[in-house]
């Protein structure tokens, strides 16, 4: 597992973009998690509520996380939300603690915008990350989102 010193997040640049569109999860983790270039074409039409970062050990690219701030959930103004959008952690660096890493960073950013719950949401099966948001506290709380299941995570201020 990674220490976390030499882990940061990186805005998507051109210097950077290669790097991002490269990550890629295990074959058997594609059916759950959009691949980054979808992520950051979704990135480019919802500039205002999307955050994509690179997640970088030192200089090497481990992985892409997207963030959502403010998100009208239900399209009626009734609920905004903010969360984790997309996680991609490269096939050969899963299991170091990016993963955890990234969920904290944009807990941090949530809270940082006076926000104090962090959503997710997740295909549920086999090879899935539902085990990886329960584990960090992730609660269903009872919705779905097309198939997926939503959970939330309480932020403590």
Known sequence: MTTGTALRLERITPANIEAALAIRVRPEQEFAVSPVVK?????YVHPETAWPRLILDGDRPVGFLMGFFDIDWYDDGSALRSGLWRLNIAAGEQGRGYGRFAVE?????????????CFVTWHP?????ENFYLNLGFRPNGE?????TVGVLALDR
Request: proline share 4%.
């Open 144 to 148: 779905k989102a097309e198939e997926e």
């Open 39 to 43: 992520s950051l074409a979704e990135a």
């Open 125 to 129: 099966g086999d090879n899935g990350p």
């Open 105 to 117: 960073s944009v807990a941090a950013e949530i809270r940082r915008r006076g926000g104090t719950e």
